[in-house]
């Protein structure tokens, strides 16, 4: 009988620890396969293209800028005080414009970059996915941003019920979304 017990218990070991050394771990470094994706280089294509475009915009108006700064500089000693007025306001209406334009085209190439690598981003994703799920893999590690990328929820386990019930905690409040 007791042969019996330790047999059972060794054999309940031995498929425990089995099961254990059963779960694959991946790494990716996403940075990486994104950077050599064809996609990623037709949107830097892109990106570079409405960034040259918004640069000169703004050289345009930095040059109408320094003209009439000049200018200014130049007859500022002859105008009247009225004039001077009017010809500073002008200026600073220029400056302002320009600060502005500038601020909306970073927020355009902001937008632009969005538009762009969303899309990217997510095929990826799915092709990590795809490929931890046939591999077999539990767990998907990304080295570039140090995230976890890929679990396998039929063998993951969520503790927070557990761990709700172990605080006394008995409604979840909704998360504020990140």
Known sequence: MKNVL???LAVVMVMFSSSLFAQKFGRINSQEIIANMAETKEAQTQLQELDNELQAQLESIQVEFNTKL??????AATMSDSVKQIKEKELTDIRTRLGELDQMA????YRKQIELFTPIQQKAANAISEVAKAGGYTFV??????AL????????VDLGPAVREKLGIKEVAATPAQ
């Open 6 to 8: 330790k047999l059972t």
């Open 149 to 156: 990328v890929y679990f396998d929820e039929t063998t993951v």
């Open 70 to 75: 000049q200018e200014y500089q130049k007859n």
């Open 141 to 146: 590690y990304d080295v570039a941003n140090g």
């Open 106 to 109: 970073q927020q355009d190439l």
